[in-house]
């Protein structure tokens, strides 16, 4: 269908009206104002409006910051330049008009920015950082609250909101007052007037400005700042009451001294009625004995009355304070009342906070020996797994569980043992045996431990055997040949696979230490004799000789002592005569780990032949085809005197001979094998006596 061009114009035309009406009523908008301010948590704490325990708020002209305690555990912290937000307390920042954005200032600490952006994306709110600048924008709401999901800190808070402009009046023309209430130090005025512009009755708050403090009073109404009270009056305030108290620091420092944050925790009591009141984190360095006059907010911890943290102090005096705890048992002590001081011995068992130099205390468990434990929460001296101590404190009772409560002090009667080898020793009995002396920590069983010696040509010997002597495990590692007395031995403590201590160690190295400590003149003579001997034997087997036992020893006291004929035992045959082929052929010392007499004898056959060593029967060992040999047990080198008489008997005829091993040092006095070992017996006799 066509359109006439009149109807066409009629239909655009009003096409035109309709637009016309349209378009401003789609444009026009209410305008707003942008405000922005910033909440800076400075040192002064100029901006904080209140605190408590429970609850701080900071403020600008027109916004809010509060941090709650909500479900922390931690009470709110008193704390600026950065203000510390603890776990699960929570943050609101209110403004009067819809939030557009909030500029906060972390104090740089990568694991507070961490808690912060947690905490931020927990409450659903989106930001960009830059630096330790965190950006907030979308929150389009007068309020945003967000829990902490860790400790974070904030040097600063900038909040941007919009306050729409409704072209109402401002009321800035003349005012008739209807009524007028002035504002107080602890209250807001009012101010009810009629607008000269509008004619409306408008209500103005007239905001208090708080207390002016100078040496406690205030200027404006001569309110106290802080209230005067006794320690025992002060127990019974509500929290956040700022009070001002006397008392003396008393039985111990309950924190020590924190130089980076400036403060201690102490206990004080009031001198006259005795009331104590534990102080948290007051400002300053105090001692025990130390008068002061304290002013802070009251507060509570765990159900119990204390000074909160950021307290002032003066000190106004000083007086000798007595500890006089009671000595008790672990048993006796858990059934004391909170607060009693005892003296309470036992053996740390557990360390379950390690020391923390920072703030110099940890916590551990001691035990007494019926078994029964005692906790000891912040521990102000530094002890050991396994230490026997005796501690002074206050006893204290946390969820229900008793405990010696923080600052106590300790007296370390006997430090615990570490698990190593402690000592290494050497023992010159019928052979050398190397012998290591181990610790363990407490609560370590020996069976689960061993020790591997291995010596200089690789060979391992493991030994699991033990002796218990003077409270150490010895091990022993036996049978050292005199010629081995120069080699290292590797030594190494283990449990299972695992080595948990290596040590070297040789006959010499203990020679040595004896030489060079304060040791009676008997026994260096002994060790100087002793190495000698090794040396020689060293020399008679031809062995290791770039490192012989006397090479390089500092403080040698060889003996000079030589056998005489007195020394010597007959060593031909006493009575009887070789029978057809049955007789002795040779006698003399064999050399080895120890020291043995030996006789060899020829015999057609062994039907009928016995041989005895001092009327015990002898194993009779066959060398080769009728030569036969018989060897005496080990013998001490404080034994070399000693007469061995050896019988050879077949049912008729018998020979008899007598020996000794200075029989053959007194046959061999010329060569150094025999003097050496004739002195290290003698000087082994004379360490005796």
Same mark, same amino acid.
């Given at each position: ?50 605190? %408590?325990? &429970? ?24 704390? %600026? ?16 008009? @819809?939030? @557009? ?5 972390? !104090? ?15 409450? #659903?709110?989106?930001?960009? &950082? ?40 401002? $009321? ?10 002035? =504002? ?26 708080? $207390?002016?403090?100078? !040496?406690?009073?205030?200027? /404006? ?29 008393? *039985? ?5 001294? !924190? ?29 025990? #004995?130390?008068?002061?006059? *304290? ?7 765990? #159900? ?63 035990? !007494? ?49 570490? @698990? ?12 050398? %045996?190397?012998?290591? $002396? /181990?610790?363990?920590?407490? #609560? ?11 010596? =200089? ?12 002597? +003077? ?64 040396? =020689? ?9 770039? +490192? ?61 032949? @016995? ?79």
């Amino acid at each position: 269908m066509k359109l006439k061009a009149s109807k066409l114009i009629a239909v655009l035309c009003v096409v035109a009206t309709i637009l016309t009406m349209i378009v401003p009523m789609t444009l026009s908008t209410a305008a707003a104002t942008e405000v922005t301010e910033t909440i800076t948590f400075d040192a002064n704490k100029t901006q904080r409006t209140s605190f %408590s325990t &429970t609850k701080q708020v900071w403020a600008s002209e027109t916004v809010t910051f509060t941090n709650d305690k909500a479900s922390s555990s931690s009470p709110v912290a008193d704390y %600026s330049n950065p203000v510390r937000l603890y776990a699960s307390s929570s943050v609101t920042i209110e403004a009067p008009g @819809t939030i @557009t954005k909030i500029v906060i200032v972390s !104090d740089g600490t990568a694991k507070y920015k961490t808690a912060l952006q947690n905490s931020l994306t927990g409450a #659903g709110l989106t930001y960009t &950082t830059s630096g330790n600048n965190y950006t907030v924008t979308g929150v389009n709401a007068a309020s945003v609250t967000m829990k902490m999901t860790a400790q974070a800190r904030f040097k600063s808070v900038q909040v941007t909101y919009e306050v729409a402009d409704t072209g109402a009046c401002q $009321h800035e023309g003349e005012k008739t007052t209807v009524s007028l209430t002035e =504002a107080t130090c602890t209250a807001d005025g009012e101010h009810v007037f009629t607008c000269g512009d509008c004619g409306e009755t408008v209500t103005e708050v007239l905001k208090s400005e708080g $207390h002016k403090f100078v !040496d406690n009073a205030c200027t /404006v109404c001569g309110t106290n700042e802080y209230l005067p009270a006794t320690v025992e009056e002060a127990l019974t305030l509500a929290d956040g009451t700022k009070v001002m108290l006397t008392g003396v620091v008393v *039985v111990f420092i309950d924190t020590p001294y !924190d130089s980076g944050y400036k403060n201690i925790s102490v206990t004080v009591q009031d001198p006259e009625t005795e009331a104590e009141l534990y102080l948290y984190r007051l400002s300053g360095n105090w001692e025990v #004995g130390d008068v002061l006059t *304290v002013k802070g907010a009251m507060g509570s911890y765990n #159900g119990k009355k204390q000074l909160a943290q950021g307290g002032t102090a003066e000190k106004t005096g000083e007086v000798e304070v007595e500890v006089n705890p009671l000595e008790a048992t672990i048993s006796e002590a858990l059934e004391l009342e909170d607060g009693t001081l005892v003296l309470v011995n036992g053996i740390v068992s557990k360390i379950n906070t390690a020391w923390n130099a920072s703030y110099g205390n940890m916590s551990v468990t001691i035990t !007494d020996e019926s078994g029964k434990t005692l906790y000891l929460y912040k521990l102000a001296t530094k002890v050991g797994l396994g230490d026997e101590i005796a501690v002074t404190g206050k006893m204290y009772t946390y969820n229900n569980a008793r405990q010696i409560n923080a600052g106590a002090t300790a007296e370390i009667l006997k430090v615990g043992a570490v @698990t190593e080898i402690a000592q290494m020793s050497v023992n010159a009995g019928a052979d050398l %045996s190397l012998l290591a $002396h /181990v610790t363990l920590a407490y #609560g370590e069983k020996v069976e689960d431990y061993a020790v591997k010696f291995v010596h =200089a040509n690789g060979a391992e010997v493991l030994v699991t055997a033990f002796v218990e002597k +003077n409270g150490k495990y010895v091990f022993a590692l036996n049978k050292i040949a005199p010629q081995a007395m120069s080699d290292l031995i590797t030594v190494t403590l283990v449990k299972g696979e695992t080595a948990k201590d290596t040590v070297e160690y040789s006959v010499k190295t203990y020679a040595q230490a004896i030489l060079n400590g304060e040791y009676d003149a008997a026994l260096k003579t002994f060790v100087s004799d002793m190495l000698a001997y090794g040396a =020689a034997a060293q020399k008679h087997t031809n062995y290791n000789l770039e +490192n012989l036992a006397t090479n390089g020893v500092e403080g040698l006291a060889c003996s000079t002592a030589t056998p005489d004929a007195s020394a010597n035992v007959n060593a031909g045959v006493q009575n009887g005569t070789k029978v057809d082929g049955l007789g002795f052929t040779a006698v003399g010392v064999k050399f080895d780990t120890a020291n043995y007499i030996y006789a060899k004898f020829t015999a057609a056959s062994l039907e009928g032949i @016995t041989v005895t060593i001092n009327g015990e029967a002898a194993e009779i060992v066959e060398l080769e085809n009728g030569v036969y040999a018989v060897y005496s047990e080990e013998i001490l080198a404080t034994a070399f005197g000693q007469t061995f008489t050896i019988v050879l008997n077949n049912g008729a005829d018998y020979q008899t001979l007598t020996y000794s091993v200075n029989s053959y040092a007194f046959a061999k006095a010329n060569t150094e094998l025999g003097a050496t070992l004739y002195r290290y017996g003698a000087s082994a006799l004379a360490l005796l006596a």
